[in-house]
């Protein structure tokens, strides 16, 4: 549902991998003196790199200088990709949010005196240069449709961005629970990618929590120019695995509030469920009824249980039926299909299609 955002960041973060990588090869070709930078030194431009670095008074302290300046120029750029994802995360749902909910009384009240506060806020700050794309007409717009119910109400997204302090984790979780969505630390900790970072890429020696406010310190430093210590290439390559994780995890967790609202309404309907999966083909096999499934739509795959709760969206990638692939099936009874996604799943998982979709 978000997959352009995601794409996004990841592009983002696989250029920040890429940019680590090549520093650090670099590094090793110029301080060291081996047949490669021999070979490198016929090329020019290797050649006036290596005059340039040369011309620093001291090697061990330029090359100390530069692994600095990797760390700050990292942990600044993967803090500026998680903040911008979130406000665009929340942008995006705040926009929804009048098909969800038509009615601006039926919204929760936090999310209505969130609204209305921020309104009040962006009045006073108008004229700042951060304002500068907004008008009184625009901000005021929606609110009052929604509080006198004529016409579609709007939720300003500025008006639910105005925090001034990092994205740790207490200060997520409130711009999310001001935006109508509650737990949403509980969703991240609980949610796939991030418990496998923690517990196979940390080994369990730290938490969500503390990866989180580790990256906002290491920011802090970097942006007030205290930055002393060095952070090794794989340090820097985890960072930027964590933050794209904990972005994946919001994802989830947004298109999981929005699968709740759609049911709500009918707009989304249950057409069956996973009773088999297979982690290596990335495919299982479904009971499903009175459903059209073809090749390349979108589902959504949902679990709810005392325990935990998640669900996102999902490509379907092949169908099996009678043991025959085919692109496209129509199901009038109850059927086991094999279904293989572009995300993995799990057994248990409820599958829900849009209200659109009906048996042919």
């Not at 431009?45 to 001291?58: C, M, N």
């Not at 479904?286 to 709760?309: H, Q």
Request: charged share 30%; hydrophobic share 40%; net charge neutral.
């Amino acid at each position: 549902m978000f997959d352009k955002l995601l794409e996004t960041v990841c592009l983002k973060i696989s250029t920040v991998r890429s940019m680590i990588k090549i520093n650090d090869r670099l590094r090793k070709i110029v301080f060291q003196d081996s047949s490669d930078i021999k070979q490198l030194k016929e090329n020019p431009e290797f050649a006036a790199l290596i005059e340039v670095i040369s011309s620093q008074p001291e090697w061990r302290i330029y090359d100390r200088e530069w692994r600095i300046y990797d760390r700050s120029a990292v942990v600044t750029r993967l803090y500026a990709i998680y903040e911008r994802f979130v406000e665009d995360l929340i942008s995006d749902w705040l926009r929804l949010m009048p098909d969800l909910v038509p009615r601006y009384s039926d919204l929760g009240k936090k999310i209505q005196n969130t609204h209305r506060q921020g309104i009040g806020r962006l009045l006073i700050d108008i004229k700042k240069n951060r304002f500068k794309h907004l008008s009184v007409e625009k901000v005021v717009q929606g609110l009052s449709s929604g509080i006198t119910d004529t016409g579609k109400y709007e939720l300003l997204p500025d008006a639910f961005l105005l925090h001034q302090q990092n994205l740790r984790k207490e200060v997520l979780e409130t711009v999310f629970k001001n935006a109508g969505i509650d737990e949403a630390w509980k969703w991240v900790i609980n949610h796939k990618e991030i418990k496998y970072f923690v517990e196979e890429v940390r080994g369990s020696q730290n938490t969500a929590e503390g990866e989180l406010k580790q990256l906002v310190d290491y920011r802090n430093k970097a942006a007030h120019g205290s930055t002393d210590e060095i952070l090794g290439t794989q340090e820097l390559l985890d960072l930027g695995d964590f933050v794209e994780a904990l972005c994946k995890s919001l994802a989830d967790l947004v298109t999981y509030n929005i699968i709740l609202r759609q049911s709500d309404r009918g707009l989304v309907r249950e057409i069956g469920k996973i009773t088999e999966w297979f982690n290596k083909p990335q495919a299982g096999v479904a009971k499903v009824k009175e459903v059209t499934l073809t090749v390349e739509e979108r589902v959504f795959l949902v679990l709810v249980n005392n325990k935990l709760s998640y669900g996102y969206s999902a490509k379907i990638e092949s169908i099996k039926l009678n043991d025959n692939f085919q692109d496209r099936v129509e199901i009038t009874s109850e059927e086991e299909v094999g279904l293989k996604f572009d995300r993995d799943a799990r057994k248990g998982l409820t599958i829900y299609v849009t209200k659109s979709n009906p048996v042919d």
